[in-house]
Every structure is written in structure tokens, then in C-alpha cells.
T-cell receptor, first 115, second 112 residues
Framework: GAVVSQHPSWVICKSGTSVKIECRSL??????MFWYRQFPKQSLMLMAT?????????EQGVEKDKFLINHASLTLSTLTVTSAHPEDSSFYIC???????????FGPGTRLTVT | KNQVEQSPQSLIILEGKNCTLQ??????????LRWYKQDTGRGPVSLTI???SENTKSNGRYTATLDADTKQSSLHITASQLSDSASYIC???????????WGAGTKLIIKP
């Protein structure tokens, strides 16, 4: 099946710094990618929809200036957590649907720990 | 309000036994229903996707059913293995725009 990769798989950063997470579709093109956040023992929560060539769409309650999304190409979307705080520590997962069909393929996730 | 509810919240069974997980949804208009398996610290992996017209779909030892009239789905796992220990998440799409409504998941633990 199709593969979505994320980099890095885990990152530790200091409070106040920024962290960039990459999401790549390796063998298909995706005009749309989704970014999720998952806290321990909870299900995934959609943060934003990344659209190639246009601005991302953010879910209610998600700060667009804090979570910067750039869909640079049909195979790459990046999420930058700016001025990270300990409460931003979470598991961030991206997903990408191929242009046709219902399926969504999920990346392996990025564990962010802010100290 | 579009919602997906799963039961039980957690389940412990012995290796080799069968189990069934439940999903009820109040999502409209309905597009499709998915079951995902998520291992701890990993992204979800798709098990099945069913559209309105599909009543059942199998993927190896996993069999999903869908009753669009009662808005219920189940995931049956046959002859469980230790590697089946994971969270199983029911997800419903309200339309064809790819946005998904997530259940809280059922945490399944298989004991030897």
C-alpha cells in the first residue's frame, strides 16, 4: 500500500524554541494532507487540513500562528510548532489521501516533548 | 452533532479467543466507515473501509459489519493473537471531503 513518512520520529526541544515536522507521501501525490494531535489515551484530534498551493484550514481552537503549515509540494507538508511550550508535548500524526478513492494513509507519527 | 461512540472502552481476552468491538454513529450524511488499528506510539493502520452499500468486509482475521439503518458497525476478530493488542478505532466520514469523525477507540489486550 501507499506509504506516508514523517520526520523526525521523535524530538525533544526546549520551551520557546520552534520545531518543524515533515510529512511526505512517498509513492503518490496528495493535494491534501491532514495533521492530527493525539494526547495519551485519547483518540486523534484533527488540527488542520493542509492544501497544496493554498492556505491551510485550521480546526476551531487551533492557533494558526502557533502551528504553521506549509504544503510545499504534492508530496510534502510541514508543520512548525512555534514557541513551543510543555503543553504542546504530544504525538503528531499526518495523513494523506490519494487523489482518488476514500483511503487515507497515516504517517508513523512524531513524538514531541517540550522541556 | 456528528458523533462516533465505541464500546467497550477496553477489553482483555485470552490468546486464541474471538472478540467483537462495537461502534455506533450519528453522522449524516454518511459516506463511509473505517476501522483502524493503532499500536502504541504508531500511526493508525487501515483495516477496512465500508460504504453505504456494503454490509460486511473482511481483512484476514478481521471482519467488519455495517448496518446503515441502525447506524451500527462491529469489528470481529477471530482467533486472536498477541500482536492484535492495540487500540481499534472506528472512524466515520460524513462526506467525500476526507474529513473524518473519530471514535475514542477500544483498547484491546490479548493475554497469553
Amino acid at each position: 500500500g501507499a506509504v506516508v513518512s514523517q520526520h523526525p520520529s521523535w524530538v525533544i526541544c526546549k520551551s520557546g524554541t520552534s520545531v518543524k515536522i515533515e510529512c511526505r507521501s512517498l509513492d503518490f501525490q496528495a493535494t491534501t494532507m491532514f495533521w492530527y494531535r493525539q494526547f495519551p489515551k485519547q483518540s486523534l484530534m484533527l488540527m488542520a487540513t493542509s492544501n497544496e498551493g493554498s492556505k491551510a484550514t485550521y480546526e476551531q481552537g487551533v492557533e494558526k500562528d502557533k502551528f504553521l503549515i506549509n504544503h510545499a509540494s504534492l508530496t510534502l507538508s510541514t508543520l512548525t510548532v512555534t514557541s513551543a511550550h510543555p503543553e504542546d508535548s504530544s504525538f503528531y500524526i499526518c495523513s494523506a489521501p490519494p487523489v482518488t478513492g476514500f483511503e487515507q494513509y497515516f504517517g508513523p507519527g512524531t513524538r514531541l516533548t517540550v522541556t | 452533532k456528528n458523533q462516533v461512540e465505541q464500546s467497550p472502552q477496553s477489553l482483555i481476552i485470552l490468546e486464541g479467543k474471538n472478540c467483537t468491538l462495537q461502534c455506533n454513529y450519528t453522522v449524516s450524511p454518511f459516506s463511509n466507515l473505517r476501522w483502524y488499528k493503532q499500536d502504541t506510539g504508531r500511526g493508525p493502520v487501515s483495516l477496512t473501509i465500508m460504504t453505504f452499500s456494503e454490509n460486511t468486509k473482511s481483512n484476514g482475521r478481521y471482519t467488519a459489519t455495517l448496518d446503515a439503518d441502525t447506524k451500527q458497525s462491529s469489528l470481529h476478530i477471530t482467533a486472536s493473537q498477541l500482536s492484535d493488542s492495540a487500540s481499534y478505532i472506528c472512524v466515520v466520514s460524513a462526506s467525500s471531503n476526507y474529513q473524518l469523525i473519530w471514535g475514542a477507540g477500544t483498547k484491546l489486550i490479548i493475554k497469553p
